[in-house]
């Protein structure tokens, strides 16, 4: 039996959540209450010392990361292909998976985590506690912007971020995107091409979850 365990409100998890619905995988769901600090408790830290949401746990044993859980569904489970088929494939793919992950996702986590009250003395996730960084707060909004910028060109004459296909650097890019609303930022009137992409997207039934 495979077991996501999960935050529904998290931009990680949903991650994981979007995979196992493209992949048409089974699966059961344990909820981990970030809000109010689950995830730092004795009981899930026994589970995942790293104190992070998803964690998947399979036949074979826990997957902590999207990384782990990506590349061990993709193996699994091999259709659809969302890592590429062809060599080349793949190397696009994992090229953009990462850009979106490091200049988008990040940069986002870096205005909140840096600036949210909740957070304070959380500013990076895990078992260790970090201070807030106020100039990295608006140094992420920055980042966050070109981010928009950066994806919106890319998209200028194709229907996916990489490929030529549906893969995980969309997934990655459609979390990111819904992420930044929580540092109040969304693609406008000048991202035409990411809004094209985004309304594309929510077309398919995996994006509502």
Request: glycine share 4%; net charge negative.
């Amino acid at each position: 039996m495979i077991t996501l365990y999960d935050c529904a409100t998290a931009p990680s998890p949903r991650r994981a959540r979007i995979l196992l619905a493209e992949k048409g995988v089974a699966h059961a769901t344990v909820e981990i209450d970030l809000r109010h600090g689950e995830q730092l408790g004795e009981a899930f830290r026994q589970l995942n010392p790293q104190c992070t949401v998803p964690a998947l746990r399979t036949d074979e044993g826990l997957l902590t990361d999207n990384a782990a859980i990506t590349t061990w569904l993709e193996a699994r489970f091999p259709q659809p292909p969302l890592l590429g088929s062809t060599p080349q494939e793949k190397a696009e793919i994992a090229s953009w998976n990462w850009r979106i992950e490091f200049e988008g996702l990040l940069a986002i986590a870096e205005a909140l985590r840096n600036s949210a009250p909740a957070l304070a003395n959380r500013a990076l996730p895990g078992p260790v506690d970090y201070a807030q960084i106020p100039e990295l707060a608006q140094r992420g909004l920055a980042r966050t912007q070109q981010f928009f910028a950066m994806l919106d060109e890319r998209l200028a004459d194709r229907d996916f971020i990489a490929a030529d296909r549906f893969s995980v650097a969309d997934i990655t890019a459609v979390v990111a995107m819904d992420f930044a609303r929580v540092v109040k930022l969304k693609p406008d009137e000048q991202h035409p091409h990411l809004q094209r992409w985004r309304t594309a997207m929510a077309q398919r039934a995996s994006m509502s979850l």
